[in-house]
């Protein structure tokens, strides 16, 4: 699977470690920035992921912040992007199995590195569950 990942200066650290764990785990990874943990808006990181995922560019989103809310908002106002800010994986799983998320944001300041790892373990690897759930995701759709 190709992930495309992107943070703000908050979420750098965990977004370089997370880089290293999809690595790990034999995922592509399209790295998108920042490079350091300058300050920058989360919002730039958030379309670029977006637009990438959108495109076709990669199969799933990875976004990186203080609380994840933000990216989430942000990535939300593009077509055909389901991004969830999760903090546990319960949420996780049930975003991709019954919502077919497809950009996971998180939060640094909100979540420690276990926790993360074991967040993003829960969305790489719960398939979307169709069915009845497939109508209510078209709904989401909406233009």
Do not use: Q
Not at 80 to 107: F, K, P, Q, W
């Amino acid at each position: 699977m190709k992930f495309v990942v992107g943070s703000d200066h908050a979420g750098f650290s965990l977004k370089e470690e997370l880089v290293g764990v999809l690595r790990e785990w034999g995922h592509e990874v399209a790295d998108l920035g920042p490079a350091d943990a300058t300050s920058v808006d989360y919002p730039d990181y958030a379309h670029r992921v977006a637009d990438a995922i959108g495109h076709g560019d990669g199969d799933r989103g990875l976004l990186v912040c203080g609380t994840g809310i933000g990216m989430a908002m942000a990535a939300n106002r593009h077509v055909g992007i389901r991004a969830a800010s999760c903090e546990d994986t319960y949420a996780a799983t049930m975003t991709r199995s019954h919502n077919d998320a497809n950009v996971l944001c998180l939060g640094a300041r909100i979540v420690g590195s276990g926790l993360a790892r074991s967040i993003l373990k829960a969305f790489v690897e719960t398939p979307f569950e169709g069915g009845r759930h497939a109508g209510r995701v078209r709904k989401i759709e909406r233009e």
